[in-house]
């Protein structure tokens, strides 16, 4: 992240070499000093009075370096405030913009980043940022099938970035677009053998009405959370006795699990064994980290009496 | 330029893209759960009624609710609607793909499902001819044929208001048209629609939320889709808009007590969007999308636990 950065600065400054002989200028001096590292720095050298000396592309690059270390240094607010006065400024700039859009995003003011990434796209088409950003916004506000023609944009230039395969793969998946999300999550696999992609690939299986397919790649993923889908999932393929075996091995290793005493408790009550069902059912419906599954416990422990 | 953006672009790279499954064991058991329940035929589990409220453009926003809904595989046995829900319920309750559905919010004009252009805007100020809304019947008539409301896919009623009796109607047998018709006809604008011997206007003026006109269909369980206006946003500038104004509060006022008979509720944000506001209607869309977005895993675990001994049956061998 930050070799990157650095090598975005030296871009953004031409002719940084034979500035930085002398190290006279503000902008330079923060320049170098943001390539060190030292962002507390650079925010007290690029204060209001420096800024207003510095004109142009000049100034630009100043708002650049000034707005990702006040981020580098968590005041969030601050560097807003700087893109935002750096964007009015500069309008057309697509890196500050970027900058912009995706703070915004990264703090959760998604439907405020999104009409920032469009400006980037009316001005450069095929940005394949912009089309990420927009692709996850999309996708986390529900709009899925304009979340997937993003990320068809973006990866024509990252068509090497499993993540991104999965992330597509995942807005199809919603979409029920079984076929094409299966083809997706076997990219991201083609260039990373990855355990989320598997995780992502069982799911699509399982959505497809395979599931004994989706449980043999259960079983090959080294996910941490593919033992407790597995341990569901075979309740649904009526495998009671496996079932009640892999909710017993995750209890072991985290007793009081809400998923691991569902599996248990249905797997009981389907081996007759009522009462110890209960037992958990009743256990379960204690439990305040999974709301949604004490409550389903605590009326099925109900029922049951 | 283009070489600073290739480097901005590794730097957004570097973030991982947030996960879209839900893995906790809330979201885990949901899914569980749900695709057992939606197994079952119809029989078998809760009947589950979709209603969409009144609410003329606003009323675009129903496409953006039944998209997540059919996304999420949401089981809706019947449909039930009022005034601009009343064309959009039928037109779901036929089989209207989710594309052709949005094509037909985007495309949406006034003069959709009226006669209204200035000329006849001009008589009704002027001689107190009033439009009519014979349109709506072309309309319905184009897309989905003469059907009758038997011949639909979902059982599906729609409500219009007497204008003799000030009885609300529920319409729920024989040819759909003119009842879709009746039920989006805004009294004050468009003249009556004589039906089976009724003179007949906007259902909207009694039953925002027809939930009593989905029950009437053996619903057990109601999500309902509200498209309330917030009419603190409008300052109504001539007769026309009073009217719509008048209209809206008193929608408003009848939807707070049909809210609390709903098993549940879906409210996208789009009480700004104004009566004929055709220019908004991708953003009533949108809005319609995110808010049922952001509910849906809540109506799943509603629904899940209405539903609980349909599926405690299959526990007990």
Not at chain 1, 64 to 87: C, H, M, P, W
Not at chain 2, 218 to 240: C, F, H, I, M, R
Request: proline letters at 4%.
């Amino acid at each position: 992240m930050s070799a990157a950065l650095a090598a975005l600065i030296a871009l953004l400054a031409p002719c940084q070499g034979a500035i930085l002989a002398p190290l006279k200028d503000p902008l330079s001096i923060s320049m170098s000093l943001f390539e060190k590292g030292e962002h507390q720095q650079v925010i007290s050298i690029l204060g209001p009075e420096s800024l207003q000396k510095l004109r142009g592309d000049e100034l630009r690059r100043a708002y650049f370096v000034l707005g990702n270390s006040y981020e580098k240094t968590g005041r969030i607010d601050k560097a807003l405030g700087i893109y935002q006065l750096g964007t009015n400024l500069f309008p057309r700039d697509i890196n500050l913009l970027s900058e912009l859009a995706r703070l915004l995003q990264h703090a959760g003011l998604e439907e405020q980043a999104a009409p920032i990434y469009q400006k980037v796209l009316d001005i450069h088409p095929n940005n394949a940022s912009a089309h990420l950003g927009l692709a996850e916004i999309d996708h986390s506000l529900g709009l899925l099938e304009r979340s997937a023609g993003h990320y068809e944009k973006a990866l024509e230039q990252l068509s090497a970035d499993p993540r991104r395969w999965r992330a597509y793969a995942e807005v199809l998946l919603e979409m029920r677009e079984y076929k094409t999300a299966e083809l997706a999550v076997q990219k991201a696999l083609q260039r990373s053998y990855d355990p989320q992609s598997l995780l992502v690939l069982a799911f699509i299986q399982r959505a497809s009405g395979k599931l004994s397919a989706a449980l043999a790649t259960l079983a090959v993923t080294t996910d941490p959370q593919a033992d407790r889908v597995r341990a569901l999932w075979l309740l649904e393929a009526g495998e009671h006795q496996k079932a009640l075996a892999a909710s017993e091995e995750l209890l072991k290793a985290s007793p009081g699990n809400a998923l691991a005493l569902w599996v248990r408790a249905r797997a009981r009550l389907r081996l007759g064994q009522a009462e110890a069902a209960a037992k958990d059912l009743q256990s379960l419906s204690q439990n305040t980290a999974a709301p949604f599954a004490a409550k389903v416990a605590a009326e099925f422990a109900r029922r049951l009496r | 330029m283009r070489r600073a953006s290739a480097v901005l672009l590794s730097i957004y790279l570097a973030t991982a893209p947030a996960a879209a499954l839900d893995l906790s064991d809330d979201g885990l058991l949901r899914d569980h759960l749900w695709r057992q329940l939606t197994a079952k035929p119809k029989g078998e589990r809760p009947v589950v009624g979709l209603v969409f409220s009144a609410g003329s453009l606003r009323a675009a926003a129903h496409v953006g609710v039944i998209t997540v809904l059919e996304n999420a595989g949401f089981p809706v046995d019947v449909v039930a609607g009022t005034s601009m829900g009343a064309i959009v319920g039928a037109l779901y309750a036929a089989g209207k793909p989710i594309k052709r559905l949005w094509e037909l919010a985007l495309g949406l004009r006034i003069s959709s499902g009226s006669n209204y252009n200035a000329f006849n805007l001009l008589r009704l100020l002027l001689f107190d001819r009033l439009l009519s809304s014979k349109n709506t019947e072309k309309f319905i008539r184009d897309e989905i044929g003469s059907r009758s409301f038997e011949e639909l896919k979902k059982p599906f009623a729609c409500v219009a208001m007497d204008l003799y009796s000030g009885e609300g109607i529920i319409f729920r047998e024989g040819e759909l048209a003119p009842a879709v018709r009746a039920s989006m006809n805004l009294p004050g604008i468009f003249a009556p629609v004589e039906y089976r011997h009724r003179y007949l206007v906007d259902g909207g003026v009694v039953n925002y939320i027809p939930i009593d006109a989905a029950k009437l269909l053996g619903a057990d369980w109601v999500l309902a889709s509200v498209t309330e206006t917030d009419y603190t946003y409008s300052k109504p500038q001539n007769v026309l808009q009073s009217l719509e104004q008048v209209i809206d509060i008193r929608g408003t006022l009848l939807a707070r007590e049909q809210k609390k008979s709903a098993n549940f509720l879906i409210e996208p944000p789009v009480g700004d969007i104004g009566f004929y506001d055709t220019s908004r209607s991708y953003e009533a869309i949108a809005k319609g999308v995110m808010a049922a977005h952001r509910r849906i895993g809540a109506a799943m675990e509603e629904y899940i636990l209405f539903s609980l001994d349909c599926l405690l049956k299959d526990y007990i061998p």
